[in-house]
């Protein structure tokens, strides 16, 4: 007699990737797959096909607990400490109006994720983005247990993010309002730190025009996009968008901006078009 051969997605789970797929969606995805095999159930008998199954179950969800325990030992640890301080200075700012959030839970799941993508040994640039995407994705996770509306969600997550960084964007501001020329310092102070926040490995800028009169620049890549994407959260995407105009929100009085941004879509291209306020 053949035993049963198991789908490929089951037999080749490993401990550290059975969190994104719960062991319920495994019986699933093996109990439809015996199922749809009768033929095979009927010469091997069926008894043994769904010990097998229920064997191999077992075996991972103990797999699971174990990794779960592990998880929250390191939550109490120094290195958990260490990279709570990461996303601290963001989600102080995290206003949720009428509803009680337990920040604490966005803190855990950030903790668990930051070790998971190796975000200690990523570099400065890498770690600044991973740190962003992960306080959205985490913030938006927790917040729909909340029955918290995407929408809103990110009306919330935007604000934290815009408050956590008006300190230096006030610095900016008014620097570039004491000038002769508000938009022409803006253009100026964007050019200065361009490189390093928007990284050819990242975002593949193109600038077609920075002068006095327009700030013109294209992304070929979004590192945002490619996160959420990996993440199965494409409807994400749109709260990074929401903090790309947060310099803009700011400037409203003498910037204008037309976004063309096709990633939020899954298309190829994000452009930013910077032009004065026509007086």
Known sequence: MIPPVLPSSILTLK??????????????EAHNYVLENNSTITK???GFSYFSVFFIIYFLENLTMTDNKDSETTTDSEFAKKVAAYIEPILKHLDTEDVIVEKDKITE??????EYEGGEKLDAATQRLTILAL???????????YNIRIDRARQ?????LQEWLKPEMEKAIADEKA???????FVDSNQNNFDDTFGWEHFMPDVKKNDETELNFKFKKCWFAEFFIRF?????????????????????DYVDLKLTNLFAKLGTLCQFKYTPIKK
């Open 156 to 160: 919330y997550i935007t604000h934290a």
């Open 109 to 114: 799941l950030f903790v668990k994720l930051w």
């Open 179 to 185: 000038s002769t020329n508000p938009f022409k310092a």
């Open 44 to 46: 091997i008998g069926r």
């Open 135 to 145: 306080f959205m994705y985490t913030t938006h996770n927790v917040l729909e247990d």
């Open 232 to 252: 199965g959260r494409v409807d994400h995407i749109p709260t990074a968008c929401e903090f790309d105009k947060i310099p803009w929100n700011a400037r409203e």
């Open 15 to 28: 401990p550290n990737n059975l969190d994104p797929l719960p062991c319920n969606m495994l019986f699933f």
